[in-house]
Nanobody
Framework: QLQLVESGGGLVQPGGSSTLSCSTSGSTLENYSISWYRQAPGKERKDDVSCISSSSNSFTYADSVQGRFTVSRDNAKNTVYLHMNNLKPEDTAVYYC?????????????????WGKGTLVTVSS
């Protein structure tokens, strides 16, 4: 079973940058594709933000973050990263990482097998 823990959230000014980490344990990260989701305040739905495949040869980004966010992974460190630039107030959300055994992105929400508990990112001046 793969455990995931997100970190790196906090308060960021508009136009600023931040990097989220998804640290994993309990199983071999290289077997899993990882997606980042976010849930905005007051919304029930988690929106797909980005995905990186298990072999790092497939990536996807939501239109709203394309060109501003970059996903990467370091299997040796059992960690996946979400680098966020030019942050906007509408990026404010709880960010979750999730793991799937599917080998290519994008991955259907219902195919995500394991989830972290999330980290809050607040973009405000």
């Amino acid at each position: 079973q793969l455990q995931l823990v997100e970190s790196g959230g906090g308060l960021v000014q508009p136009g600023g940058s931040s990097t989220l980490s998804c640290s994993t344990s309990g199983s071999t990260l290289e077997n899993y594709s990882i997606s980042w989701y976010r849930q905005a305040p007051g919304k029930e739905r988690k929106d797909d933000v980005s995905c990186i495949s298990s072999s790092s040869n497939s990536f996807t980004y939501a239109d709203s973050v394309q060109g501003r966010f970059t996903v990467s992974r370091d299997n040796a460190k059992n960690t996946v990263y979400l680098h966020m630039n030019n942050l906007k107030p509408e990026d404010t959300a709880v960010y979750y990482c999730a793991a799937s055994l599917m080998s290519l992105c994008p991955i259907n929400y219902y195919s995500m097998r394991y989830w972290g508990k999330g980290t809050l990112v607040t973009v405000s001046s």
